[in-house]
């Protein structure tokens, strides 16, 4: 009996033990789930909530229309023109090769690079699989009544240039979306053009077809805004006109005509030889050296144009005099070089410093040079902010170049050991500068002293259609585009009136006095030219020396001299033929300014009298 009890209890304690155990089994499983019930709901919520909206609810991007670029009188240079893409979710798609040949022959792709586009991207689970953009509408319409599963079209936009290689592409550059390729102006006022995209959310049904009910705009897309460029349609014109048959007569490896207002520092005209077609860039074509723009992507030894800002400046801080006498013959030895004037075998005798600069001598600017020393020379230069990028704001903008051996020491001065460097120097050898720099030093003399910095953006509108007409500043909707304050302008009044007249006089000897070697550059409506030619040298690149045969001509000018409305700036690389500034660079300036002066309606009658009444 004993026996029996003790075996009931041992069944017993076994039973309870194993109540305990399935009781305490039972509380984890309950604790456990009860943990995942938190986590899911409080730890995983969203993440779990979106994965499940996901499988049912999307979204897509509204592009916004990038705003137009514009000429200030409001001619359309850049324009966004609605197109469609296709794109795929590849791990929605049926079948590959089905899908991948009807594409192709509807598309005009090949099956073969198209199929392991579309089967390398299922692979790696990507949705998102763009084939082909720059749709038109009807291709669109096409497309989208093959109903094929996974297939969806996306509303886009693509860049058009109305002018295609006129009215300065080099300013304007382009914009290639598929690859994010920007170029100058518009790379530079992105900003200003891109907008914001917009956003809609929209639930799908069993075969992610969408429902039109469910559909909302998160985000409003928001389109870009205008930008009106400096540049004038009739003075571009006029440019692109006179430069075509200028680079085709002197066959130049590339040309530049540029115009600028002296007061405000627009750009009002930049035409550049040889040109390109942005709209050939945006569909695919390669960028290369012809899109550089020269006025400001380039910098250049620019001979004999520098005399007149290097004179200005010396008189400007007394180290010079007009009246000192130089004896010029037709060549000087300086140290280890032989400076030549232009028309070799050819001297002047004894001449003035004003003299030198009218009849452009080397050697009388090499004797004012090595007088100067190198630190006085660099001084007027730097001074004249040659060698700062001008400050357009464009992303191709280059720093100009000193010379070789122009090194300060410790002290901060240029050490006065090079009698080449100051020769050559003073003649444009040597410092090298980009157009744009040269034309701010000359409009700084020309509107009487005071600093001038470049612009090349007007203003901006709104939106599209925000303006219509010309641009008038107390237009609805247009916001003049403030340039911040750069160290160019904190100089305020770079020269005094009385160095400013003395310079002017000399400019308008160059072209009106019988000696002066701007005689080409004269007027037929008999306005008064200030001007200087120049002929440089051109320096082998990457190496000493310069190359034989060829060179940069140039003439820079503005007018009317005595109360200046338009600089002009004319340059030509490696003419052949004909290479001085003063045969091929001043007959195409007067042709431009004969033509301003006719759209302008300025002539010498209407001057005097508007000069006069003032």
């Not at 909206?53 to 229309?65: G, N």
């Not at 749709?135 to 969806?152: C, E, P, R, S, Y």
């Not at 720093?399 to 120097?425: C, I, M, Q, S, W």
Request: charged share 25%; proline share 5%; with cysteine.
């Amino acid at each position: 009996m004993s026996r029996g009890r003790e075996g009931m209890q041992v069944r017993e304690t076994s039973i309870r033990w194993k109540f305990l155990w399935l009781m305490m089994f039972a509380g984890i499983f309950a604790l456990s789930i009860l943990a995942c019930v938190f986590v899911r709901q409080a730890v995983q919520r969203d993440r779990i909530l979106n994965r499940v909206d996901s499988k049912w609810t999307a979204f897509y991007e509204v592009p916004p229309r990038r705003g137009s670029i514009r000429a200030r009188g409001g001619s359309i240079l850049a324009i966004s023109e609605k197109t469609y893409e296709v794109v795929l979710d590849p791990t929605a798609l049926g079948n590959d090769v089905l899908i991948a040949d009807v594409l192709s022959r509807e598309l005009d792709l090949s099956l073969v690079e198209l199929l392991p586009m579309i089967q390398e991207a299922r692979a790696n689970g990507s949705r998102y699989l763009r084939i082909k953009d720059g749709l038109t509408h009807a291709q669109m319409v096409d497309i989208h009544n093959l109903n094929l599963k996974g297939v969806f079209i996306n509303e886009n936009y693509q860049r058009y240039y109305p002018f295609k290689d006129q009215m300065s592409p080099h300013t304007i550059g382009f914009i290639r979306t598929r690859d994010n390729v920007y170029f100058q102006a518009e790379k530079a006022f992105d900003k200003m053009l891109s907008g914001r995209s917009g956003r809609i959310y929209y639930q799908r049904d069993s075969k992610w077809g969408r429902i039109p009910e469910t559909t909302y705009v998160d985000r409003e897309v928001v389109n870009g805004r205008d930008v009106y460029l400096t540049i004038d349609e009739n003075i571009q014109t006029v440019c692109d006109i006179e430069l075509e048959f200028a680079i085709e007569r002197n066959r130049a490896s590339w040309g530049l005509v540029a115009v600028m207002d002296p007061y405000t520092g627009e750009i009002l005209a930049n035409a550049v030889r040889p040109t390109f077609d942005p709209n050939e860039c945006v569909r695919g074509a390669t960028v290369d050296a012809i899109a550089a723009n020269p006025l400001y992507g380039y910098v250049v030894e620019p001979g004999s144009i520098i005399k007149p800002i290097m004179i200005a400046g010396a008189l400007e801080r007394g180290y010079v005099d007009l009246d000192k006498m130089y004896y010029c013959p037709a060549s000087l030895k300086v140290k280890d070089i032989v400076v030549t004037e232009a028309h070799k075998g050819f001297g002047f005798g004894w001449i003035t410093v004003e003299e030198g600069v009218v009849r452009s001598s080397n050697v009388c600017m090499a004797q004012i040079g090595t007088d100067m020393g190198l630190n006085q020379m660099m001084t007027v230069l730097e001074g004249a902010m040659l060698f700062e990028k001008p400050g357009l704001g464009m992303p191709t903008e280059t720093a100009g170049l000193l010379p070789e051996h122009a090194v300060k020491n410790k002290r901060g001065v240029y050490p006065e050991k090079f009698d080449t460097d100051e020769a050559t120097a003073a003649y444009g050898q040597g410092p090298a500068m980009s157009p744009l720099a040269i034309m701010c030093a000359y409009a700084e003399i020309a509107n009487g002293g005071y600093s001038v910095q470049p612009r090349i953006v007007l203003g901006t509108a709104n939106d599209i259609g925000g303006i219509v007409g010309s641009v008038d500043r107390k237009t609805s909707g247009y916001a003049a585009y403030k340039p911040g304050r750069t160290e160019r302008l904190s100089r305020d009044h770079p020269y005094k009136e009385e160095t400013v007249e003395a310079v002017r006089k000399i400019l308008i000897d160059v072209v009106n006095s019988e000696h002066g070697t701007g005689k080409r550059a004269r007027l037929s409506s008999g306005l008064t030219v200030a001007g200087k030619t120049g002929t440089a040298q051109v320096k082998l690149p990457g190496r000493d020396g310069y190359a034989e045969g060829k060179y940069l001509a140039s003439f820079i000018g503005f007018f009317p001299a005595e109360r200046p409305k338009y600089l002009v700036l004319v340059m030509f690389m490696s003419p052949r033929g004909k290479f001085y500034g003063g045969e091929i660079a001043a007959p195409v300036f007067a042709k431009v300014a004969d033509r301003i002066c006719y759209l302008d309606r300025i002539s010498p009658e209407v001057y005097v009298k508007s000069k006069s009444a003032a």
